[in-house]
C-alpha cells in the first residue's frame, strides 16, 4: 500500500509558466514490473465486446477483405492475443493470419485452438470461441504500422486485441503529481485517510498539460458511476501529443469500495485504472479527451521527481 512518507511543495518551469505541484514521496518507492498497456488500432472495421470469466473484453474483428492496422513507437513489444470463431458443429479450428511491419513482407502465423468455456460473443450466444493464442512482436526503435489481415482462403472471423509493454517507471520512483492548465476541473478524492486530487474529463471539458522529454507519465483513471449505471462499464481514454492522437487506451471500471469523494456527491468513483504514456526528448503538448462524451472520468498524472529538472 502507498504510504506519504512526506509533502513538499515546488515549483516546475514549463515554456515560462509555473506549474505549482505536490510531490508524493512513496514509502518504499513504486517497485517496477512488467505492465501489457492496451491500445487501440488505429484503424478497424468493427469493434466487438467478448464476454471472458464474466468480464467485458473488447477485441476488433478480422474479416477476409479486410485489415486492422496498428501504430507503436519502439524500441518496445506488441502482444497481440487472437481468438477464431469455431462452428457449432466443431470443438477445434486451425486459423492463419498474416502480419506486416510498414511496408515489409507479410509474416504467416497459424494457430490451433479449442472452444473456449469462458468465452463468449457477447449478445450472441450461439457463436462459440476459440481459447486465446498470443505471440509477442519486438518493435525496433521508431513509429511503426503492423497489419493484420486473414489468408484469401479464411472463411471465419478472427478476433484480436493488442498490448503494448510497458515497464513503468522503474524502482524505487518517487512521483510528483502533475498540476494541468488552471482551466481544468479539480475534483478532491478521499482515499484511506488522504485526499488527493483528480481532474475530471466530460464531453466539454479536456485535461491539458505540457510537458518536457524523455521521460513516462503514469496516467491513473476512474470512471464515475452515476446512480443508474449497474456492474462492470468499459470507457477509454485518448491522448493527443502535439495535435496528433498518441494513443487510446480501453479501459474497464468497477466501483470503487475504499474511495469516496471529499464533497458530498451523488456519484462513486471506480477503482483506479493505469496506464503509461511514454514522452519523448523535447518539448511536448498533450491533451486528455473521452471519445465517449457521455461519461466523466476522472485522471490524475503521475511523474518521476527526477525527471523534473529537464530542460528543452
Request: positive net charge; proline residues 5%; contains cysteine.
Amino acid at each position: 500500500m502507498e504510504r506519504f512518507a512526506s509533502w513538499t511543495m515546488a515549483k516546475y518551469w514549463i515554456k515560462g509558466a509555473a506549474f505549482v505541484l505536490v510531490v508524493l514521496v512513496l514509502g518504499g518507492g513504486l517497485w517496477a514490473k512488467t505492465e501489457w498497456n492496451s491500445i487501440t488500432p488505429e484503424a478497424f472495421d468493427r469493434e466487438i465486446t467478448l464476454k471472458i470469466s464474466k468480464k467485458d473484453r473488447v477485441y476488433y474483428e478480422i474479416q477476409k477483405g479486410s485489415e486492422v492496422r496498428v501504430r507503436v513507437s519502439g524500441p518496445t513489444k506488441l502482444r497481440v492475443i487472437s481468438r477464431v470463431e469455431i462452428p457449432s458443429s466443431k470443438e477445434e479450428r486451425q486459423y492463419t493470419y498474416f502480419v506486416r511491419r510498414d511496408e515489409g513482407k507479410w509474416v504467416k502465423f497459424t494457430r490451433y485452438s479449442g472452444v473456449s468455456s469462458q468465452a463468449s460473443l457477447k449478445g450472441d450466444g450461439s457463436t462459440q470461441v476459440s481459447i486465446s493464442k498470443k505471440h509477442i512482436l519486438k518493435v525496433p526503435a521508431g513509429v511503426h504500422t503492423y497489419t493484420f489481415r486473414l489468408s484469401k482462403k479464411s472463411t471465419r472471423r478472427v478476433f484480436v486485441r493488442f498490448h503494448q509493454l510497458g515497464s513503468g517507471f522503474g524502482a524505487p520512483t518517487d512521483v510528483v503529481a502533475m498540476t494541468p492548465e488552471a482551466s481544468t476541473e479539480s475534483v478532491g478524492l478521499v482515499v484511506g485517510e488522504q485526499v488527493t486530487t483528480y481532474y475530471r474529463l466530460a464531453e466539454t471539458r479536456e485535461v491539458k498539460l505540457d510537458l518536457i522529454g524523455p521521460t513516462k507519465l503514469k496516467v491513473l483513471a476512474r470512471l464515475e458511476f452515476d446512480p443508474n449505471m449497474r456492474g462492470q462499464q468499459n470507457f477509454r481514454v485518448q491522448v493527443y501529443e502535439d495535435g496528433v492522437i498518441k494513443g487510446t487506451y480501453p479501459l474497464t471500471a468497477v466501483k470503487s469500495d475504499v474511495c469516496q469523494y471529499e464533497e458530498p456527491s451523488s456519484l462513486v468513483p471506480a477503482k483506479a485504472e493505469t496506464f503509461f504514456l511514454d514522452i519523448p526528448d523535447g518539448e511536448h503538448a498533450y491533451r486528455f479527451v473521452l471519445p465517449e462524451n457521455h461519461r466523466t472520468v476522472l485522471i490524475k498524472l503521475l511523474l518521476p521527481q527526477k525527471d523534473l529538472t529537464q530542460e528543452p
